[in-house]
């Protein structure tokens, strides 16, 4: 488990790491640094080598995104902090293939991905968003291909604070391309129509509306008078 914690008064928040057994039993706690500045765990994942990796927030005159690596006890081994001098925050790391790691979080208010090499050197940084809406991202996966997939939310006008649902793909550097193809299958059948509130309805005339296939996949179709 990680977080933050605080010893009250003016005292600033470290992270928090706390191992349990399989019943919840605490084995052991670690906290980390304890100078003057506010740090916060969001996110804490086991590597490959029996260790922890740590991705959270640390609070200066700027935020930055922040990634511990310990040992196996909990013990530190690094951390490394990225984005000075702007408004970041880190939300999610997982490690990679390469024995890297991805982190997801914020910067500014734009969706900030960025990857690193197994010593939490940064290999490569990339941001996502029109600088006109706000856009987060709180959990990011390396898909089979070797890219990723970012999951967040998006605004849906500048200083709204209604939003939707935000996914990112990306190629193995970070990149959007500009195409993407999904394989369908030549002996799919057609199971239902639906309106775009997902109605069961039959097709109209200048009404959008949706085809779900028995593979799963779908197809938004209008018919123009």
Known sequence: ICGSYSGGGNQKDDVLLIKTNSTGVEQWTNTFFGNNYDESGYCVQQTTDG???????????????????????????????????????????????????????????????????SQGDTLWTNTFGDNTHSESSYCVQQTTDGGFIICGDKTLSPWNTDGDVYLIKTDGNGNITSTFN????????????????????????????IEIYNDGSTEKKIVIE
Do not use: A, M
Not at 94 to 101: A, I, K, N, V
Not at 185 to 208: A, I
């Open 51 to 117: 260790g922890f990796i740590i991705c959270g927030t640390k609070y200066n005159t700027y935020s930055e995104v922040l990634l511990i690596k310990t040992d196996g006890n909990g013990n530190p081994l690094w951390n490394k902090t990225y984005g000075n001098p702007y408004s970041n925050n880190g939300n999610y790391v997982e490690q990679t293939t390469d024995g890297g790691y991805i982190i997801c979080g914020n910067h500014n208010s734009n969706v900030y991905l960025i990857k690193t090499d």
């Open 182 to 209: 999904i394989p369908t299958s030549s002996n799919r059948k057609l199971e239902k129509v639906v309106d775009v509130l997902g109605r069961e309805t039959k097709p109209q005339k200048n009404t959008p509306f």
